[in-house]
């Protein structure tokens, strides 16, 4: 018989909410462990979203997305900074025009209000160009809401999964969840893992692994997601995170600078039956373009470095649904805002097991919330001068694009949780992410991911499974 | 050391910095070296000399400057040799990341940062792959989509091989030369596609690497869409109409595991836009003189960092240009800076020339190097301004995929002076 490891909580997922729930569940003092299915986390709906965090005006007013992203929203400053994660709070702008228009922002205003968000205004005018210079001059008025911001989003999950890890979280990738049996006032996961408490993040395939655990009939479909991604050096067509008036399918596009300093055009809205991959479609490209060239019709096209689609979890209510019952929690349904929400969910969740008696009595007593990075490209030439000659690799340019050195990848091989891919490494560090997008520093990744980890060069992978770069030797290679 | 008060790091004088030391900033130090120009270094982020010619491991370098065929890494250490001989200085593992208007570079190595000022640059930073994401290629983004250079990278300098069953899109000289090295490995090279109607490499290359291995090219033809989510598992390829759009029911799925792209070549000209310096929206390289001085005095660009060569026997050359009047440059002390008395203006059946700007020089001839856009005939190739016509050249041939020179009388490089392509009838 298998041995059968014990952890106070089980937390399924290693999305941006699996991965704050592990770090606050951890603070919080239980024993965590953390299965991912997939070669990383934020490799799934994470990995390719907009990066927004919302004001918080959007959702109805006393439902669970309304509260939690306003919350949510409020915590993102300091987390960031525990995190060290890229977040900037630049202000959005819901663009519309004629009275029409005006009255639909003021609605927006006002349930803004209702919802608690500060910081909002209606700006019309010159006001409205001033703000934007490369806005349409088609929309007059906007609705300005200055607590708006931008960050990574796979960022932010891996550093709070790191901070989780560095404070003794346990992470098992490549672990896809095949059993739960309800066993001895708990979980049995796999056949291996046990705890009174599990945390059902799965995202898209949150309703599958709940039916594991006898929790049948919940719905989830995905909504396919489609961006484009423009040049840093277009970054500055807009200052703010543009919209237009949202619509039933979503908030629409927009065209937003992102926390790394590129320009995002999305997503597209598309519901899709069970099963459907990340790929993106001409029609979904082209609606992108056309929508952003309305809002900004200066938009920068030739500066396209990629383009890319994910897909956003949406339940039967279209609102979050978070549940627990006999120590499963259970969330279906987290689209958008479930980046903005997720320190909220994490929050909630902690409550909520916490109420039923399934958290150790005091919060882990030397939890320490940071987690630093080092970014040679953040200080000063004297600062990064410095480093350098402490520790040479940061001088090392491996990626000329991004300007991230061996230092920065060698960091993000070792630091928790540690990338094991091609993929992994540029989530963390960048490389790869440039307007080159790879060409020149792939092969040496792919030497740097063998030396670190200590495998054949003919293993390394860009992502998951049978995603291997150059899986045999030449003739003569050895 | 560097001040930590004012946060600035020291300055470091330099006579002639040269940014790259791949072949055209090898050929412009040892020009330079030469024409009495000492105190000359080269900052190159790669840990060796030479750019991308080590991966070049192929035959057909150097037939025009040595008179004999060589091989990349060859054709290379001849002029690591001619700077090795020189003493002239180059520093490795060198990145310049800033450059700024009065020629101070900043350079990031594993032995620190510095700032050097210069008297003199010449930009020889080379050029960059076209990625995927510049292609209107749908579907997913799983491994197996590498640009031809980073797979020629993994081949000849890792000994990695990253596929099996290869779909190249595009007929570019690196395209075409992978197809046969990939061939030469034991992969199937099923297709070759060019979105042209005519091919964008070499003559020589179609022959020799896609002729003589019977791999099919594929014209007006592109890849649309690639399936496979852990790894390419197929890629569909369609024909295009006149002006490259897909045409529906063209379409054709073609079973593979690696696609390799070989899309177009791009300068590589931050450092060149952050220090203000013009750029042609056409070469998307500097706006240079005949001397490959750029729109600040003191600086020349030469190389793919310019405008895309085929041969890099044309590289060195550029080179030598620009090395050579970077010499100029410092001996003469004064600096006269007089503006250009001509531009020449790329119209009809030329898509850019190099140079654009004429002034400051004393040769009685000016070669000037184009491109065309489109295939010629039985051609006329005509210069003029507004004083008349300058010169009227028959031409027999000229492709898009093969720089072009024609030389031009000085003396009548005035105005403005249109270089075009007159077809007969």
């Known amino acids: ?478 | 050391m560097a001040n930590e008060k004012t946060n600035a790091l020291p300055e470091i004088k330099v006579g002639l910095l040269v940014i790259g030391a791949g072949p055209a900033g090898l050929a412009a130090a040892v020009a330079a070296y030469d024409r009495g120009v000492r105190d000359i270094l080269i900052c190159e982020r790669q840990d060796f000399a030479g750019g991308i010619l080590p991966q070049c491991i192929h035959n057909g370098f150097g037939l025009k400057r040595f008179g004999e065929e060589l091989t990349g890494p060859e054709y290379a250490g001849r002029y690591e040799k001619m700077a090795e001989e020189r003493g002239i200085r180059i520093e490795y593992g060198a990145t310049v990341t800033k450059l700024s208007h009065d020629r101070h570079a900043t350079v990031l190595s594993d032995k620190g940062m510095r700032v050097y000022a210069a008297d003199a640059v010449i930009l020889a930073m080379g050029c960059r792959e076209r990625p995927r994401g510049a292609l209107p290629v749908v579907g997913t983004r799983p491994a197996g989509i590498y640009t031809a250079g980073c797979a020629q990278k993994m081949v000849n300098r890792m000994g990695l091989l990253p596929g099996r069953e290869i779909v190249i899109l595009g007929s570019g000289d690196i395209g075409l030369i992978m197809a046969r090295r990939m061939t030469l490995e034991g992969a199937h090279v099923k297709a070759v596609c060019e979105v042209m109607d005519h091919p964008g490499g070499l003559r020589r290359n179609i022959v020799q690497c896609l002729d003589d291995f019977g791999i099919p090219l594929y014209l007006s033809t592109t890849v649309v869409e690639v399936e496979g989510d852990e790894r390419v598992t197929s890629v569909t390829l369609a024909e295009v109409d006149e002006r490259r759009r897909p045409i529906p029911g063209t379409e054709r799925k073609v079973p593979c595991d690696t696609l390799l792209l070989s899309v177009g070549l791009i300068p590589e000209n931050e450092l060149t836009r952050q220090a203000g310096i013009e750029i042609d929206p056409v070469t998307n390289g500097a706006a240079v003189r005949e001397n490959r001085e750029t729109s600040i005095p003191g600086v020349f660009a030469c190389g793919n960092v310019l405008h895309v060569h085929d041969l890099v026997d044309f590289v060195s050359e550029e080179g030598e240009i620009a090395g050579n009047a970077a010499a100029d440059y410092l001996e003469n002390a004064k600096k006269i800076e007089t503006a250009p008395v001509a531009k020449i203006v790329a119209k009809n059946g030329v898509r850019y020339t190099v140079p654009e700007l004429i002034g400051n020089g004393n040769t009685p001839k000016v070669t000037v190097f184009f491109r065309v856009s489109d295939s010629f005939r039985d051609a006329t190739l005509i210069a003029e301004n507004e004083n008349g016509q300058i010169l009227a050249k028959k031409v027999r041939r000229m492709v898009p995929g093969e720089m072009q020179r024609v030389d031009l009388p000085r003396e009548k490089l005035v105005g403005t002076v249109t270089l075009s392509v007159a077809t007969q009838g």
């Open chain 1, 1 to 478: 018989m298998e041995t059968v490891t014990r952890y106070d909580v089980i937390v399924i997922g290693g999305g941006v909410v699996g991965s704050l729930t592990a770090r606050e569940l951890t603070r919080l003092g239980a024993r965590v462990l953390v299965l991912e299915a997939k070669s990383d986390v934020a490799s799934g709906t994470t990995a390719a979203n907009s990066g927004i965090v919302h004001a918080g005006f959007d959702a109805e007013t006393g439902t669970n997305k309304a509260k939690l992203n306003v919350r949510g929203s409020a915590m993102m400053p300091a987390l960031t900074k525990e995190l060290s994660v890229r977040y900037q709070q630049i202000g959005a702008l819901v663009t519309a025009s004629g009275d029409e228009g005006l009255a639909g922002l003021e609605k927006l205003l006002e349930r803004g209000k209702k919802n608690g968000v500060s910081g909002l205004s209606i700006v019309r005018g010159e006001a409205l160009r001033a703000l934007e210079p490369n806005l349409s001059t088609e929309l007059d008025c906007a609705l300005f809401a200055t607590t708006s911001g931008i960050v990574c989003p796979y960022g932010l999950a891996i550093a709070a999964m790191g901070n989780a890890m560095d404070n003794g979280a346990t992470l098992l990738r490549n672990t896809p969840v095949t059993s739960i049996e309800a066993t001895d006032g708990g979980y049995l996961v796999n056949g291996t893992y046990f705890a009174k408490a599990v945390v059902d993040a799965a995202g898209l395939a949150a309703h599958k692994v709940a039916a594991l655990a006898g929790f049948t009939g919940l719905k989830q479909h995905p909504r396919r997601g489609e961006y484009l991604l423009l040049d840093r050096n277009c970054g500055g067509t807009v200052k703010h995170t543009v919209f237009t008036l949202p619509t039933k399918a979503g908030k629409g596009i927009l065209v937003s600078p992102t926390a790394d300093g590129n320009l995002l055009l999305g997503p597209t809205a598309e519901d899709l039956p069970e099963g459907v991959n990340c790929a993106v479609t001409a029609a979904g490209q082209d609606k992108i373009i056309a929508t952003a060239k309305k809002m900004v019709p200066s938009v920068p096209l030739g500066g396209r470095i990629t383009s890319f689609a994910g897909l956003r979890a949406v339940g039967e209510s279209g609102d979050f649904e978070i549940s627990q019952k006999n120590g499963f929690v259970i969330l279906t349904g987290i689209e958008s805002p479930g980046l903005s929400a997720a320190p909220a969910i994490a929050e909630l969740i902690g409550e909520m097991l916490g109420e039923a008696g399934l958290l150790p009595e005091k919060p882990m007593a030397n939890f320490d919330p940071v987690r630093t990075v080092v970014r040679p490209k953040e200080m000063t030439d004297v600062e990064r001068d410095a480093l350098i000659r402490r520790d040479p690799a940061y001088g090392r340019i491996v990626c000329r694009c991004e300007e991230v050195s061996e230092g920065e990848i060698r960091d993000a091989l070792r630091q928790n949780p540690p990338a094991l891919t091609i993929d992994g490494i540029k989530r963390r560090t960048r490389a790869t992410m440039g307007r080159c997008q790879g060409g020149f520093c792939t092969p040496s990744l792919v030497a740097l991911v063998s030396r670190e980890r200590k495998i054949d060069e003919t293993k390394v992978a860009k992502g998951d499974g049978n995603s291997i770069i150059a899986d045999r030797r030449t003739k003569g290679g050895n």
